[in-house]
């Protein structure tokens, strides 16, 4: 599988033979999902913030080290603590039935008993941002807009406005709580939950999802009724001003001073076991970093992975991490997370200094018999890498198989069961392929004008 | 689509095209889907012998005395009633976490905070009559006896053993609880529900089933964990020795004093709303019995629509229905339940007579245009029409694809969004061309040794 060197080749035919190897392996390797299905069982779900999550960073690093990765760490920090206690909805009139409903990360609790109130019902969240300011008072809001379903994920950024959204207009107007059809593509009764937050200073009201059979069921009962639908919802909370999460770091040390971040999230939301997300990038980004270490030489750069806390509840771990290691961030070459699920890698996209972009398509061309394609240079990098990327640190995105991602996203559903052991390594592969090619070009991935500073900053 | 008669055809010519224009009629005809809608919505969940039964059973005269139909009555019996009031489960050690479980019907609570137990995992339940009676004492049995999928739903008679056999075999050893694996065929976090029943005299033992994922994960604690897992169930349930439930019955009235039985049950398990198990055989039934009053003239003899009541605790309306009819079941000619979920009809099955075969033929062959092929003469009818069979009565099987039907069967995702509409009018044009010849063919369809009495008892 070797191909013949160009010129321009920015890797020695070594590098290339390597990256092939390692590619071999990976493709025969069961460490990640060694690693994944060990994390999903032995800690199972790891909400921001509790006691599971602390097992999970125990876990993490106890794995790391029996891989025998160097500098293990754990950086703590603190953020607020939330979870269910409770939560149920019910059709009261004129149909009464119960509906499956999951509260969001965030919202308040009812009162002991629950709200009551009629629906009002809108098709989007545009609709529901347009209605007058009067007439909601003391009615349930619900928000019935569709996702769309996409390869690349991008009908997730339209349909989550509404999870933060449809509680602060219903708030504005004096509603009793929201309602919103989940964020997911999915048809089956299990309700994904996700991160909401109230709009300063306004009444906060309780936020839920129903799944996506539920809200059918609840607009073709409202379609059906002669008169108003009524609704109970009943939610349940805990909360601290307090608690405590952390990133867990542990490096394949490199022959300079530069640094390549990649990781996964590694908590999860409560309701599954985080296997989707985001035990795969757990997994495959550690088992890429131990197949570099055992089958190449030291790198020229660290591999540092990184397993970033409460990412769920609002990137909380990597703004620590972006703070703690501020002053070693010009020396951070490039980032990426592995956040969107276990499906097959088919592109590869790069946010690389114009110079650099030679660098992206040698990568890519590598992968090529992965079956990932060439990509543009809009790498998103993952969300806990947002604050390096913003402080100009080049990023990559192996850009995976969405199709069926948020089917899964934030729903009990989030199982092992789910990922495709054969798909598991064909991430691995990409990522050992590119990350020990990064590791050894020469030059970085910058802008000239930035190379080896921060100052590059948001692009 | 009028095939040439040939003399051996047990209709004419003009049978033949009407059932054809039945046929025509029905793949254009929304009434199914209407009637399972407003079921599945206006009523929802419809548990045996509860007040959401009661509903379902004005609804159903309701919605008959709507279409047309007539002598429409109820019929009541009693029973016992059972229903969960909570239920939940989780690994307790080494590796904590919550499990998804449904309380099985039938089964005894547990002490209000649940029992705690060592897992006694066992791969069949065979294995688990197997061992000895000694060694289960206090500890929860997991029958973990994976269910196949077929396509003629012969993978449930093998996997719905356990559902009554693990708490059976577990009580007789002092076990706690028993666990099973859901019968179910799908990897969603929802429990597959079903009735159990304890042997006589025995210590009767809480039983729940586990969901697929939530069995995976049980098996793979117990691989991983270095001692024992141990598992806490919590199920509560409310009794009452004495409910009410009710067949409703409506008919086509015919020339003669024949009767055809045809029908779907109008209970559920609380879980769903019931739309593949049963709405669909209902809405079907109702929707061909309709047809064919709306199309042909009075039918030689009476189509009878039976929704049964309490089909899922036990057949409860069946031997009602049997015994309340006692005295005309030999004019009882022909019977059918549909009962196997939505999916299209994929071949005829008839429990004949010998001399009666041809009409077998005869009717399979007007199928062929709605993709149905022939089949053979052990047509099983459906759960309900079991006293009619046994005492006699023929029966056919218009058999549906079943490949999903395990997927949703007796779970929370059994609702409307799981039918294809055009699978549920492809039935109702089988179930229509198939009830109109059988109405109007000479002779009746017994051997000729016991044609018009039940003397010929189960075949
Ligand atoms: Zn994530
Ligand atoms: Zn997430
Ligand atoms: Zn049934
Ligand atoms: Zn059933």
């Given at each position: 599988a070797v191909e013949a060197q160009t010129d321009?080749?920015?890797?020695?035919n070594a590098q290339r033979e390597t990256a092939d190897r390692l590619i071999d392996r990976a493709l025969e390797d069961d460490t990640a999902w060694d690693i994944l299905e060990s994390l999903t069982t032995e800690v199972g779900p790891r909400l921001a913030g509790s006691e599971a999550e602390a097992r999970a960073r125990d876990w993490a690093a106890r794995k790391m080290k029996a891989l025998?990765?160097?500098?293990?760490r754990i950086e703590t920090f603190e953020l607020p603590y939330w979870s269910r206690t409770r939560e149920s909805a019910e059709i009261?009139?004129?149909?009464a039935q119960p509906l499956a409903v999951a509260a969001l990360g965030g919202s308040v609790a009812t009162p002991e008993g629950g709200v009551e109130g009629e629906i009002a019902r809108f098709e989007t969240l545009q609709d529901l941002i347009d209605?007058?300011?009067?007439?909601?008072?003391g009615k349930i809001v619900f928000v019935d807009e569709i996702m769309t379903r996409t390869q690349d994920g991008s009908g997730y950024g339209a349909a989550v406005a509404k999870r933060s959204g449809a509680a602060r207009e219903a708030g504005r107007r004096g509603a009793a709580a929201a309602l919103i059809?989940?964020?997911?593509?999915?048809?089956?009764r299990l309700p994904h939950t996700g991160m909401m937050r109230y709009a300063e200073g306004m009444t906060p009201v309780p936020a839920a999802a129903l799944s996506n059979p539920d809200a059918d069921q609840l607009a073709r009962a409202l379609r059906l009724a002669d008169g108003p639908v009524r609704v109970r919802l009943d939610i349940g909370v805990e909360t601290r001003e307090r608690a405590i999460s952390g990133n867990v770091i542990g490096e394949i040390p490199g022959r300079t001073d530069e640094i390549i971040v990649i990781g996964g999230h590694l908590d999860s939301w409560d309701?599954?076991?985080?296997a989707v997300d985001d035990g795969a990038g757990v997994a495959v980004t550690m088992a890429a970093a131990k197949l570099i270490d055992d089958l190449?030489?030291?790198?020229?750069r660290t591999i540092r992975v990184v397993l970033w806390?409460?990412?769920?509840?609002?990137?909380v771990g990597a703004r620590a991490y972006a703070e703690a290691h501020e002053s070693e961030l010009d020396r951070h070459v490039l980032a990426s997370e592995s956040d969107?699920?276990?499906?097959?890698?088919?592109r590869f996209q790069s946010r690389f200094g114009e110079a650099a972009l030679p660098k992206a398509a040698a990568i890519a061309r590598v992968l090529r018999r992965l079956g990932v394609g060439p990509g543009d240079?809009?790498?998103?990098?993952g969300p806990d890498v947002g604050p390096l990327r913003a402080a100009g640190v080049p990023v990559f995105t192996l850009a995976q198989?969405?199709?069926?991602?948020f089917d899964l996203?934030?729903?009990?559903?989030?199982?092992?069961?789910?990922?495709e052991p054969e798909a598991l390594k064909q991430n691995v592969a990409a990522w050992a392929a590119t990350v020990y090619l990064a590791s050894e070009?020469?030059?970085?991935?910058?802008?000239h004008a930035t190379e080896g500073s921060a100052a590059g900053a948001s692009r």
């Open positions: 321009s080749a920015p890797y020695t025998d990765f160097k500098n293990v009261v009139a004129p149909f209605a007058p300011m009067e007439g909601l008072e059809r989940s964020v997911g593509t999915d048809s089956h309701l599954g076991t985080g190449t030489g030291k790198p020229k806390g409460a990412e769920e509840v609002g990137l969107f699920g276990a499906g097959r890698v088919w240079n809009n790498a998103f990098g198989d969405g199709w069926d991602y996203h934030h729903t009990a559903d989030d199982t092992l069961d789910k990922v070009m020469e030059g970085g991935f910058r802008d």
